[in-house]
């Protein structure tokens, strides 16, 4: 009962983190523009984005740490449990070290990949953010494997708490710093002095409360190589992300300047909100589906289960890509300036394409759960190179909007035409029928766009107050038009569930 508690208060601060993020970066993200500059801005978001490509050094060991632990809990084997935490410690102390070596390497060559669209200063200050990361790399490697065993242990109302917390605190010390005139140096120190301090309350709230041990005695290298092998393609993965979500940035910064690379982060921010309201519903699926499958559910449940949680995320997705790009420029002026008004149009070219994987995300889940998730990973591979391939030139023709071009010829090649055959070919989920499922409810989606752009004509939004108003008016009107034309009875059910919950209890 402990343990279903903790799941469900986990997944309830899930939902708490999710909307803290949209709101802090709707009042922090502004204000970091203007205190930065639109330059220095871009050079923040050039750095972190070249640092984080160093993130995929974690190879996938993260999740097979959890997995590994949890395996050995079960069992009840605290002799194998304390002996792989050592192990891992070990291999990410190694790691951290490499990170560091590979880290001082781009810092030394940082000149020569951007020297030609770049001053002499923004090259310094990029240097010295670049150590500051460099730095907060090297101590996380080896600390983040006591993430790892808190989230094995399922002790997430902890690690969430600890996440509410910190992303509070970011915004509240960086603002002061930055009306004092610091600049994004600052911004930078606040956010590792921030991430090394969590990371100690981790190791402390392991090894005081949960007790966890850290056995070095042994190094079994033969369950090295079967974690590799079961976390590789999970290692892949995270390289196909970063090259999809994080590429631009370091192309743009390479052939355009810090001014494109801070427009072109405005929209990925936006960009990876909308994901998370997908992900947010497709991470509880897995437990699910693996059932199904271990009760040899049929190609038809299968089916029924892809279509039915489709419809569900189509409907919230529908209403989000719909709704921004009705009011997403007027948003964006508001929001960001004049100046940040192309990232409208980069954020809706990045949107639009990603919608489709996004609604099928239950899809994941089950090659997962057959255990044939390697195809994917092997085209989303493919489809990354060929974003690079086709972004470099648009790039340096289109700027921003050239190299969501390439993301977005990319994301249809792979995640929508070939992943659509596959399923239907290999996986045999009706994906034809999904697609009349998914058309008959486009239905009401399109008579409300068309109402949205009559709203548009009539109502222009030139402050938030306004900007409110016609968000709540499409709103309703597509949530009308949906549900009395598009909706089935379960639908309708899963929705309206959780409002007579909370009126139940308002009542008792």
Same mark, same amino acid.
């Given at each position: 009962?402990?343990?279903?508690? *903790?799941? #469900?208060?986990?997944?309830?601060?899930?939902?708490?983190?999710?909307g803290?993020?949209?709101?802090v970066?709707?009042v922090? +993200?502004?204000?970091?523009?203007?205190?930065l500059? !639109?330059?220095?801005?871009?050079?923040?978001? =050039?750095?972190?984005?070249?640092?984080?490509?160093? +993130?995929?050094?974690?190879?996938?060991?993260?999740?097979?740490?959890?997995? &590994?632990?949890a395996?050995?809990?079960?069992?009840?084997?605290?002799?194998?449990?304390?002996?792989?935490?050592g192990?891992?410690?070990?291999?990410?102390?190694?790691?951290?070290?490499?990170?560091?070596? =590979?880290?001082?390497?781009?810092?030394?060559?940082?000149?020569?990949?951007?020297?030609?669209?770049?001053?002499?200063?923004?090259? #310094?200050?990029?240097?010295?953010?670049?150590?500051?990361?460099?730095?907060?790399?090297?101590?996380?490697f080896?600390?983040?494997?006591f993430?790892?065993?808190?989230?094995? &242990?399922?002790?997430?109302?902890?690690? #969430?708490?600890?996440?509410?917390?910190?992303?509070?605190?970011?915004?509240?010390i960086?603002?002061?710093l930055?009306?004092?005139?610091?600049?994004?140096?600052?911004? $930078?120190?606040v956010?590792?002095?921030?991430?090394?301090?969590? =990371?100690?309350?981790?190791?402390?709230?392991?090894l005081?409360?949960?007790? %966890?041990?850290?056995?070095?005695?042994?190094?079994?290298?033969?369950?090295?190589?079967?974690?590799?092998?079961f /976390?590789?393609?999970?290692?892949?993965? %995270?390289?196909v992300? #970063?090259?999809?979500?994080?590429?631009?940035?370091f192309?743009?910064?390479? $052939?355009?300047?810090?001014?494109?690379?801070a427009? &072109?982060?405005?929209?990925?921010?936006i960009?990876t909100?909308y994901?998370?309201?997908?992900?947010?519903?497709s991470?509880?699926?897995?437990?699910?589906?693996?059932?199904?499958?271990?009760?040899?559910? +049929?190609?038809?449940?299968f089916?029924?289960?892809?279509?039915?949680?489709?419809?569900?995320?189509?409907?919230?997705?529908?209403?989000?890509?719909?709704?921004?790009v009705?009011?997403?420029?007027?948003?964006?002026i508001?929001?960001?300036?004049?100046?940040?008004? !192309?990232?409208?149009?980069?954020?809706?070219?990045?949107?639009?394409?990603?919608? %489709?994987?996004?609604i099928?995300?239950?899809?994941?889940s089950?090659?997962?759960?057959?255990?044939?998730?390697?195809?994917?990973?092997?085209v989303? /591979?493919?489809?990354?190179?060929?974003? $690079?391939?086709?972004?470099?030139?648009?790039?340096?023709? &289109?700027?921003?909007?050239?190299?969501?071009?390439? +993301?977005?010829?990319?994301?249809?090649?792979?995640?929508?035409?070939?992943?659509?055959?596959?399923?239907y070919?290999?996986?045999?989920?009706?994906?034809?029928?999904?697609?009349?499922?998914?058309?008959?409810m486009?239905?009401?989606? %399109?008579?409300?766009?068309?109402i949205?752009i009559?709203?548009n004509?009539?109502l222009?939004a030139?402050?938030?107050f306004?900007? =409110?108003?016609k968000?709540?008016?499409?709103?309703?009107?597509?949530?009308?038009?949906?549900?009395?034309?598009?909706?089935?009875?379960? *639908?309708?059910?899963?929705?309206?569930?959780?409002?007579?919950?909370?009126?139940?209890?308002?009542?008792?």
């Amino acid at each position: 009962m402990k343990t279903t508690n *903790e799941i #469900k208060l986990g997944a309830i601060l899930s939902y708490v983190i999710l909307g803290l993020e949209l709101i802090v970066g709707l009042v922090y +993200t502004p204000i970091l523009t203007k205190m930065l500059g !639109q330059a220095e801005y871009g050079l923040y978001s =050039l750095v972190a984005s070249v640092i984080s490509y160093l +993130t995929v050094l974690d190879l996938g060991f993260g999740s097979a740490i959890v997995i &590994y632990t949890a395996r050995y809990r079960a069992n009840k084997d605290t002799d194998k449990e304390h002996k792989l935490h050592g192990m891992f410690f070990i291999i990410y102390l190694i790691i951290g070290v490499i990170a560091g070596i =590979l880290g001082c390497i781009l810092y030394l060559n940082l000149d020569k990949m951007f020297g030609n669209s770049m001053s002499i200063q923004e090259i #310094k200050t990029a240097k010295t953010m670049m150590l500051i990361l460099i730095g907060n790399l090297v101590i996380t490697f080896p600390m983040s494997i006591f993430s790892s065993i808190i989230t094995a &242990y399922e002790k997430f109302v902890f690690a #969430k708490s600890l996440n509410i917390v910190r992303i509070i605190i970011s915004p509240l010390i960086t603002i002061p710093l930055l009306l004092l005139g610091y600049k994004s140096i600052a911004v $930078v120190t606040v956010t590792t002095i921030l991430n090394i301090i969590t =990371l100690v309350i981790n190791m402390f709230y392991c090894l005081n409360k949960l007790k %966890v041990k850290l056995d070095f005695t042994k190094f079994n290298f033969k369950l090295l190589i079967e974690i590799f092998s079961f /976390s590789f393609f999970i290692f892949l993965n %995270v390289i196909v992300d #970063k090259v999809n979500w994080s590429l631009d940035q370091f192309i743009l910064g390479a $052939v355009s300047g810090t001014i494109a690379v801070a427009i &072109y982060n405005i929209a990925a921010q936006i960009n990876t909100i909308y994901l998370s309201f997908s992900t947010a519903i497709s991470g509880v699926l897995l437990p699910r589906i693996t059932q199904m499958e271990t009760n040899k559910a +049929t190609n038809q449940d299968f089916t029924e289960f892809f279509i039915k949680v489709g419809r569900i995320q189509y409907i919230i997705m529908g209403l989000i890509i719909t709704g921004f790009v009705l009011v997403g420029k007027e948003f964006m002026i508001i929001w960001q300036g004049e100046e940040y008004l !192309q990232s409208y149009y980069i954020a809706c070219v990045l949107m639009l394409p990603v919608t %489709v994987p996004l609604i099928q995300n239950a899809g994941i889940s089950i090659l997962q759960a057959k255990n044939k998730h390697k195809f994917r990973t092997i085209v989303f /591979s493919l489809i990354a190179i060929l974003n $690079v391939c086709i972004s470099i030139p648009l790039a340096k023709i &289109y700027c921003g909007i050239g190299t969501a071009i390439g +993301t977005a010829i990319s994301l249809i090649i792979g995640q929508i035409i070939i992943m659509n055959i596959y399923y239907y070919k290999k996986i045999h989920i009706d994906i034809p029928r999904f697609w009349k499922e998914i058309l008959k409810m486009t239905i009401p989606v %399109v008579i409300a766009f068309i109402i949205g752009i009559g709203l548009n004509r009539i109502l222009m939004a030139n402050n938030y107050f306004i900007l =409110l108003i016609k968000i709540i008016i499409y709103t309703c009107v597509y949530t009308f038009l949906v549900w009395k034309l598009g909706m089935n009875d379960y *639908e309708k059910g899963v929705f309206l569930q959780p409002a007579k919950k909370i009126i139940n209890k308002i009542k008792g």
